[in-house]
Nanobody, 121 residues
Framework: VQLQACGGGLVQAGGSLRLSCAVS????????MTWFRQAPGKEREFVAA????????YYADSMKGRFTISGDKAKNTVYLEINGLKPEDTAVYYC???????????????WGQGTLVTVSS
């Protein structure tokens, strides 16, 4: 599977962004789409996940309220909307497709390039 994340950029604090991740190949209802991020000098961390079939969502505790994950089955694309951006949100954001809900980045062997979000103060 190929996962192409895009939509990042330079944004001022307080702004918003919507990241997209297009998935090649068919995504089944059993799949879980997950966003991770890695800030400079820090470990990769879980952001949010979406069960493709039920649309149930999960968020890291620190991400609740400002982050919204959603999906478009027709476009086979998952989104991550971030509101009220803060400088500490600066990171490379990655998406993943898995067969189960996993918050540990170590569960995934392959990582795409991700998309860089830079938030200026």
């Amino acid at each position: 599977v190929q996962l192409q994340a895009c939509g990042g950029g330079l944004v001022q604090a307080g702004g918003s962004l919507r990241l997209s991740c297009a998935v090649s190949g068919r995504t089944f209802s059993s799949h879980v789409m997950t966003w991770f991020r890695q800030a400079p000098g820090k470990e990769r961390e879980f952001v949010a996940a979406l069960r493709w079939g039920s649309a149930r969502t999960y968020y890291a505790d620190s991400m609740k309220g400002r982050f919204t994950i959603s999906g478009d089955k027709a476009k086979n694309t998952v989104y991550l909307e971030i509101n009220g951006l803060k400088p500490e949100d600066t990171a490379v954001y990655y998406c993943q497709r898995g067969n189960s809900y996993e918050t540990s980045p170590s569960m995934y062997a392959y990582w795409g390039q991700g998309t860089l979000v830079t938030v200026s103060s």
